[in-house]
């Protein structure tokens, strides 16, 4: 891993629906006086609809063009934490214009840790689990399976099963110091 020091003014961060990206971005932004952007939340209210709207009436490949479309709107911008769309780093040179661009934080939680989170959660935020006739388990299995090859590729890999948020962002503040 050959990581400079201004490849840690842009965070982004990666992983599975429900993996806790947003919740931990936020806090980490507030940690290191960043700004913080979700880009679930920032498409959803350019276009005023919801990721279930957008995917039902324009398709995945437009949401998908548009999460691209704000990764490039990014490249200039500095001191900011990104929660990305699970789906997002699987985008043809997404992961790499990502990587390029900044540090990149794969927030690794197993698929029976985020059925539990998930259990009561907006199923309207995330029609890739909850829009067919698999179990949320074996949607979030089969989800992982696929996408597990370019989340490896993250510089940093933290692993958030049974700890909590604060011990989580203490974890990932350790590793960012290693490339201070």
Do not use: C
């Amino acid at each position: 891993m050959n990581l400079e020091k201004n490849n840690l003014s842009k965070i982004f961060l990666i992983g599975q629906s429900g993996s806790g990206k947003t919740t931990l971005g936020k806090k980490l932004s507030t940690k290191l006086k960043f700004d913080f952007l979700d880009t679930d939340e920032y498409i959803t209210n350019e276009l005023t609809l919801s990721i279930s709207e957008i995917f039902n009436s324009k398709g995945e490949l437009f949401f998908r063009n548009e999460e691209k479309k704000l990764l490039i709107k990014l490249k200039n911008q500095i001191n900011i934490v990104v929660s990305t769309g699970g789906g997002l780093p699987e985008i043809n040179d997404a992961f790499d214009l990502m990587q390029n661009n900044g540090l990149v934080i794969w927030i690794k939680s197993s698929p029976v840790e985020i059925e539990r989170r998930l259990h009561n959660s907006n199923k309207g935020h995330r029609p890739l689990l909850f829009n067919n006739k698999l179990s949320l388990i074996k949607n979030l299995e089969t989800q992982l399976e696929k996408r597990y090859d370019v989340y490896s590729k993250a510089d940093l890999i933290i692993v958030n099963d049974n700890i909590n948020e604060s011990e989580t962002i203490e974890m990932i503040l350790k590793e960012l110091k290693k490339y201070e």
